[in-house]
């Protein structure tokens, strides 16, 4: 008998005390801090104490100001309330110190066992990703991964990127087993929070006009784009190490494709939606050096423009931090097969990019088309096929497009859509992706986290795409190889339309 779908709970969390490793950062200031606060302020979570813990000096008070200039800041929340501000940022404690010394976890665990403090702990990892293996056996060592009590829990949440590559994953993974169980870690990936993207699930599964044409019978291809206008901006470093296979297909995009290809899970519960996730990611057909160089295709921006009014822009080689002789990608599209039943013969699209014309992340679900048969002696141009579209940014929503006749004594059918905006239909949400993420670990809801076996099932297809790119550098001619060129303000190198038109297709303009 399948199980009842999965009913969140009602009235805020359990008081908590909350540790931010890496609490200056930019992602405390910019996300976390406020999402925090919106939390509180709407009621959602219980009083959470926080002890923000990074290498800066500051004291207590001067990182309470930081912290209350950024929520007043953001514009991701409503920070009118200054009463709601001065009561969060009371709660806030700061301890300077280094992540790889264990006094300072013993300080640590003196601030958790103080009187008064609440027995439930979330360990929120908000630092570089090199930090991730010390700063785990610091706390396993500090017994502070053990819950504080028999009714108490203690979880940790963990920031992409999940490794660099299967090897590294694997390894951290061991290291994290060695003091947490799985069901205390929530590697967390922000697009999983989106809406849009939590709604795949319940658009695929509530509704029985899609599903039953879910498959390989009614869908020609499906597309997942994931653009962006900026380029590396002061991330250099880090990208000349990541690149995007790195840095977006290992995570958003496969993450996005396992949502649209799983099959039904048994309940709307974590293990139950991840266990059809890691299915479709074992699934994908493997990449050898020969299918790389068939099936994927890399580029990297040059000098452009940035489209708002064409103001000049630099190429990927010459911004700040960056090799000028770089083979970084910063593009990259890709074509994969999932050797299943419901998908075989299929292709799944991924795009994303750097220094692309429009922002946009979209999942687009193109139907096969219709026979002309019926319409062969009307006159009317060749049938459109449907196209089912979820954005998930800038504006999420849904549209559906399909051919209607338009006005007029002959037969011409035309493309309309069917268009379904979030923020006209239920206003502007109360919390953003990182919001409803932290709301869900404070509950112990890991639906939307992604599990040991599912990071290191996407590592495995990423390593095959770079032992390709690897391949095809060392076959290539002195000088040559790397990712191909394209103009910044364009939709990519010419190589990533040849993928799609060699087989009669092209790619969506979001």
């Not at 665990?109 to 009187?115: E, F, I, S």
């Not at 990541?242 to 396992?258: E, F």
């Not at 479709?280 to 990297?300: D, K």
């Not at 990182?434 to 992604?450: H, M, S």
Request: net charge neutral; proline share 7%.
């Amino acid at each position: 008998m399948a199980k009842a779908a999965r009913v969140a709970p009602r009235g805020p969390t359990p008081p908590t005390a909350l540790v931010l490793f890496g609490a200056s950062g930019d992602l405390a200031m910019r996300k976390l801090f406020p999402s925090l606060f919106s939390l509180r302020r709407h009621g959602l979570i219980g009083p959470c104490p926080i002890l923000g813990f990074a290498h800066e000096a500051y004291t207590t008070e001067a990182f309470r100001a930081i912290v209350d200039v950024a929520i007043a800041t953001s514009a991701a929340v409503n920070a009118n309330d200054a009463r709601a501000r001065d009561e969060f940022v009371a709660a806030i404690d700061y301890l300077p110190g280094d992540f790889k010394d264990a006094a300072a976890y013993a300080e640590i665990a003196r601030w958790l066992a103080a009187p008064g403090r609440p027995p439930h702990r979330l360990l929120y990892l908000a630092t570089p990703p090199p930090l991730y293996p010390d700063i785990v056996e610091h706390l396993g060592k500090a017994a502070l991964s053990r819950p504080a009590g028999a009714d108490a829990w203690t979880r940790i949440v963990i920031e992409k990127p999940f490794g660099t590559d299967l090897a590294s994953a694997e390894a951290l993974n061991r290291r994290i087993h060695r003091y947490f169980r799985e069901e205390q870690v929530h590697r967390i990936d922000h697009y999983l929070g989106k809406e849009t993207v939590q709604n795949v699930l319940v658009f695929r599964f509530a509704n029985g006009l899609f599903e039953p044409v879910w498959n390989r019978n009614y869908i020609d291809h499906v597309q997942i784009t994931l653009a962006e206008t900026l380029g590396v901006e002061a991330r250099g470093a880090y990208y000349e190490g990541a690149g995007a296979l790195r840095d977006m297909v290992q995570n958003h995009l496969l993450q996005l494709l396992s949502l649209v290809a799983m099959e039904p899970p048994i309940a709307f519960s974590a293990d139950d939606v991840r266990d059809r996730k890691a299915e479709v990611l074992r699934s994908i057909h493997p990449l050898t050096p020969e299918a790389v160089a068939r099936e994927v295709v890399r580029g990297q921006y040059a000098a452009g423009h940035d489209g708002k009014p064409a103001a000049a822009v630099p190429g990927y080689r010459q911004e700040h931090a960056v090799n000028g002789e770089s083979k970084t990608e910063t593009f990259v599209a890709a074509r994969l097969h999932i050797d299943n039943w419901r998908w075989g013969g299929v292709p799944f699209y991924l795009r994303t990019g750097k220094r692309l014309p429009h922002r946009a992340a979209e999942i687009a679900v193109e139907f096969k088309r219709p026979p002309q048969l019926l319409f062969a002696d009307t006159g009317a141009g060749r049938l459109q096929p449907n196209v089912l579209v979820l954005r998930i940014q800038p504006e999420e929503g849904i549209f559906l497009r399909f051919g209607a006749k338009a006005p007029g004594q002959v037969i011409d059918i035309v493309p309309v859509e069917m268009d379904f905006a979030y923020g006209a239909r239920f206003g502007e949400p109360v919390l953003d992706a990182y919001g409803r993420l932290l709301l869900d670990a404070l509950r112990g809801d890991a639906t939307l986290f992604t599990r040991a076996d599912e990071a290191e099932a996407a590592w495995r297809i990423v390593d095959a795409i770079e032992a390709g790119f690897r391949a095809a550098d060392a076959g290539a001619a002195p000088g040559k190889g790397g990712p191909e060129l394209y103009a910044a303000g364009s939709w990519g190198p010419r190589g990533a339309a040849r993928l799609m038109t060699r087989t009669g297709r092209r790619w969506r303009r979001p």
